[in-house]
Antibody
């Protein structure tokens, strides 16, 4: 079965760029949208954006100016870059597969905590 | 953006009780609604998709209903392992958005 695993620095300095990778195993990275979401401690879920396997991406307008999602189908991973981070970007970041036929995110990675320090 | 409003924000119930969580969309989303369960320190897990379809492996005590703007998640007989936070999510239009969550506690 398909599994996702986030990786990247757990600590990023304010004003710098957050970079995360999601590695997909157990199946090819095809035929779906691959997405990033986040959840600040004790708060709800926020969709950051998604990309399909031909590289077409959609972003949350609230983050669009600072976010880039890319995909590497040859190596079965996709990535998130978020520029000019602040303390408000401190959160658990999740990657997930999104199916347009069901409208849901499944499966998810385990999540990775990113803390923005001043 | 489509706003998703869940109620209540928290509920405390006894084992065996029936628990109902509601989710209201700020505009018509047809049946494009998913319910998730999230336990502390874990990623969310799909319970119900397209409003009323039970995800494989999910106990039948979970059910979903509704269409348009008003949806419900029902736990027919609450079990100890159902202690979690539940989220609804709309898939009608971008940006994809979630409700604020409902925390279910066991008395």
């Amino acid at each position: 079965q398909v599994q996702l695993q986030e990786s990247g620095p757990g600590l990023v300095k304010s004003s710098e760029t957050l970079s995360l990778r999601c590695t997909v195993s157990g199946g090819p990275i095809t035929n779906y949208f691959w997405t990033w979401l986040r959840q600040p401690a004790g708060k709800g879920l926020e969709w950051i954006g998604r990309i399909n396997t031909i590289g077409s991406a959609n972003y949350n307008p609230s983050l669009k100016s600072r976010v880039t999602i890319s995909i590497d189908t040859s190596n079965n991973h996709f990535s998130l870059e978020m520029t000019s981070v602040t303390a408000a970007d401190t959160a658990v970041y999740y990657c997930a597969r999104y199916s347009t036929s069901s409208g849901c995110f499944d499966p998810w990675g385990q999540g990775t905590l990113v803390t923005v320090s001043s | 953006d489509i706003q998703m409003t869940q109620a209540p924000s928290s509920v405390s119930a006894s084992v065996g009780d029936r628990v109902i969580i509601t989710c209201r969309a700020s505009q018509d989303i047809s049946s494009w609604l998913t319910w998730y369960q999230q336990k502390p320190g874990k990623a969310p897990k799909v319970l119900i998709y397209v409003a009323s379809s039970l995800q494989g492996g999910v106990p039948s005590r979970f059910s979903g209903s509704g269409s348009g703007t008003d949806f419900t998640l029902t736990i027919s007989s609450l079990q100890p392992e159902d202690s979690a936070t539940y989220y609804c999510q709309q898939a009608h239009s971008l940006p994809l958005t979630f409700g604020g969550g409902t925390k279910v506690e066991i008395k």
